[in-house]
């Protein structure tokens, strides 16, 4: 692939003119009733190891379990144009890391989403594939701390407005160098939680909702922007970030410019 493929392309403008929340749009569409979903939701702009990590990490630690992974990308601004790739491209670099993760023994699908928040996500994944599926979202622990921060759900608490996405909802954690915390710090989350330290925003009871563990060193610190800036600088270590087939999609995507810039070396 060379540029956004056209099949990315009328898929998303199916999507947008459907009306439709929720969509999967790659992989498998319909889950055992056993199943439990592991959701990577993110901006894949672009995919990195971090997140094949996170993902390998997650499906390792729920191993006994009927599992299978959903990448899902929010368009909710889908009427302005994303920046730097589009959400077509991205799409297509979705593909191909559902499409690595599978060949490596992790089921994998790719959905679209015209939501934001995380509870709205789940309302429209369980209206789609079922009220009961468990869901567990793979989340970087910056993130895990902005899903349960007050000031986004004022004038409620975090409590009263995530009471009902928390009955069928998990979150796996990795430790991120880039947190301003220690990883033993980000790790004793939990446990705080369970003590009730974070009472009367978060309750007790959901530190049984969250695991939390240590990333690889090699992938703590990795970030989709930081990536852009190194892509757009022709950084040559920017190739030792990303899967092959992305790095090929993202060097290919034209013969003068990538999708971020200029096109890293071979």
């Known amino acids: 692939m060379t540029t956004a493929s056209k099949s990315s392309v009328r898929v998303l403008q199916q999507f947008q003119a459907s009306g439709k929340d929720f969509s999967i749009f790659f992989g498998r569409r319909t889950f055992d009733r056993d199943a439990k979903l592991l959701v990577l939701d993110s901006s894949f702009n672009p995919p990195h190891w971090a997140h094949y990590n996170l993902v390998q990490s997650a499906f390792e630690h ?133 003590q009730g330290r974070y009472e009367p925003n978060i309750p007790s009871s959901w530190h049984s909702k969250l695991v939390i563990e240590n990333s690889k060193d090699e992938y703590s610190d990795i970030s989709s922007s930081s990536i852009r800036q190194k892509i757009a600088h022709a950084d040559d270590t920017v190739r030792s970030l990303l899967p092959g087939p992305i790095f090929d999609y993202i060097k290919q995507h034209s013969q003068k410019t990538s999708i971020f810039g200029p096109n890293p070396s071979n």
């Open 62 to 194: 729920y191993k006994a379990q009927n599992l299978h992974v959903l990448l899902l990308l929010s368009v909710n601004n889908a009427d302005k144009k994303p920046q730097p790739a589009s959400f077509d491209e991205r799409m297509d670099m979705m593909m191909l890391m559902a499409q690595l993760l599978t060949r490596n023994f992790i089921p994998t699908s790719a959905a679209l989403t015209v939501f934001g928040k995380f509870a709205q996500k789940s309302a429209a994944i369980h209206q789609e594939l079922g009220a009961t599926l468990p869901l567990v979202y793979l989340v970087g622990f910056d993130t895990l701390i902005r899903i349960f921060d007050a000031k986004y759900y004022i004038p409620h608490a975090p409590a009263e407005a995530l009471k009902d996405f928390m009955t069928t909802t998990q979150f796996y954690c990795l430790t991120r160098g880039a947190s301003g915390l220690s990883e033993s710090d980000q790790a004793t989350f939990v446990d705080d939680i369970k």
